[in-house]
C-alpha cells in the first residue's frame, strides 16, 4: 500500500549500521513530519531559479497530461494574469 493512502500505515525503519546514522536519522525526523498531525506545513522559499525549475516541471506534467498553453499559464500564474494582454516592449 501507499504511504500516502489515507488507511493506517505501519512503518518500520531499519538502521543496520552506525556509518550512515545521521543521515538515517534525518530520513526517520522527515517521514515523521509528515505523518505527524499537529505538524505545520512548511511554506518554500522560492528562489528565481528554483521556481523557473518548478514551472518548468509544471508545465512538462501540463503538456504530458494534454492541457493547453492557456491552461498551464493559468495554473502558473492564475486566470487573470493568463487572460490580460501582452506587454509589449
Given at each position: 500500500m501507499s504511504?500516502?493512502?489515507?488507511?493506517?500505515v505501519?512503518?518500520?525503519?531499519v538502521i543496520?549500521?552506525?556509518?550512515e546514522?545521521?543521515?538515517k536519522?534525518?530520513?526517520?525526523?522527515?517521514?515523521?513530519?509528515v505523518?505527524?498531525?499537529?505538524a505545520?506545513?512548511e511554506?518554500?522559499?522560492?528562489?528565481?531559479?528554483s521556481?523557473?525549475?518548478?514551472?518548468?516541471?509544471?508545465?512538462?506534467?501540463s503538456?504530458g497530461?494534454g492541457k493547453?498553453?492557456?491552461?498551464t499559464?493559468?495554473?502558473i500564474?492564475?486566470e487573470?494574469?493568463?487572460?490580460?494582454p501582452?506587454?509589449?516592449?
Amino acid at each position: 500500500m501507499s504511504i500516502l493512502a489515507c488507511e493506517p500505515v505501519k512503518l518500520s525503519f531499519v538502521i543496520d549500521s552506525l556509518d550512515e546514522f545521521q543521515a538515517k536519522l534525518k530520513t526517520l525526523q522527515r517521514a515523521q513530519r509528515v505523518y505527524d498531525p499537529q505538524a505545520k506545513a512548511e511554506i518554500p522559499e522560492w528562489t528565481r531559479h528554483s521556481l523557473a525549475l518548478r514551472n518548468a516541471l509544471v508545465s512538462l506534467d501540463s503538456h504530458g497530461a494534454g492541457k493547453s498553453y492557456f491552461e498551464t499559464v493559468a495554473f502558473i500564474h492564475g486566470e487573470a494574469r493568463a487572460r490580460a494582454p501582452k506587454k509589449r516592449s
